[in-house]
């Protein structure tokens, strides 16, 4: 991060900070309701798409039903906003990414940018599995436990719920390469200590996977077996990560180094009289509010 852009940024008043978040969310909402608005015509036609892995399970003169009366019409509506949202999140993480970049230095830049993407990529995956291997799992065996005098008639509602949480819960945990590598780039823990403590995060898996699927056994090991490599995935990409970040500290200069001048520090940390500027102006700021609204 250059000098110069470096006192750009601290010279924004708070004000004008909150300002440029309200324009983040600002876009972010507008971008959702766009997708929102593409995908409303055919609501019904997307909601018959995601009932798909419980349709092929129950018999052929079965079908979902509808307790609620505004059911049918609510429920394929808010399951459009939530995949217009789902959509949307590489342009919300684009908005982030905007508003928190001025702040960082270079190497903090190179490092996080192939970590937005993989992560964004990792929770899409996460919930094509859960969709494409998971549901028809779990569906087919909780369909054909029952009794047989009980007929298996989800709702619409209820089927949506559980959907969102499930599906949710897998483009979470294929995250844990992510976590990995946060924790160990940011010296939390070291790859040894993760690598010793192996059976204790085994046993996690299994326990979130009893906590965020429904309490059969094939459930539980769908998402604990995913949760269990993709941590191993982490072990293997975070020593690429943690050499980038030594690399670029051993580049920066030293207080020892003979080029590194006090002066320069002043420049990047913020002192007391820098402070009692901003302080100003932020006064000045919420000054100029009242009086217009005055």
Known sequence: MSKNHSTEVKNMSFVQHMIELRNILLHSVIAILIIFAGLFPFANEVYAFIAAPIINVLPADSNIIAIGIISPFLTPLKMTLIIAVYLAMPYLLYQIWSFIAPA??????????????????????????????????????????????????????????FVLKVSFAFGVAFEVPIATILIIM?????????????????????????????????????????????????????????????????????????????????????????????????????????????
């Open 104 to 161: 960082l230095y270079k190497h903090e830049k190179q490092m996080i940018v192939p970590l937005v993407i993989s992560s964004t990529l990792l929770f899409y995956v996460g919930l094509l599995f859960s969709f494409y291997v998971v549901f028809p799992v779990i569906f087919g065996f909780l369909s054909s436990i029952g009794p047989s005098v009980v007929d298996f008639t989800p709702d619409i509602q209820y089927y949506l719920d």
């Open 186 to 294: 940011f010296n939390m823990t070291t790859i040894e200590k993760l690598k010793k403590n192996r059976p204790y995060v085994v046993i996690g898996a299994f326990v979130l996977g009893m906590l965020l699927t429904p309490p059969d056994i094939i459930s539980q090991t769908l998402i604990a077996i995913p949760m269990w490599l993709l941590f191993e995935a982490g072990l293997i990409f975070a020593p690429m990560f943690t050499s980038q970040k030594k690399e670029q500290t051993s580049t920066q200069p030293t207080d020892n180094d003979p080029t590194h001048s006090p002066d320069s520090d002043t420049e990047e940390d913020w002192d007391e009289d820098e402070l009692d500027d901003e302080m100003d102006k932020i006064e000045e700021e919420f000054t100029k509010l009242d009086k217009s609204e005055d």
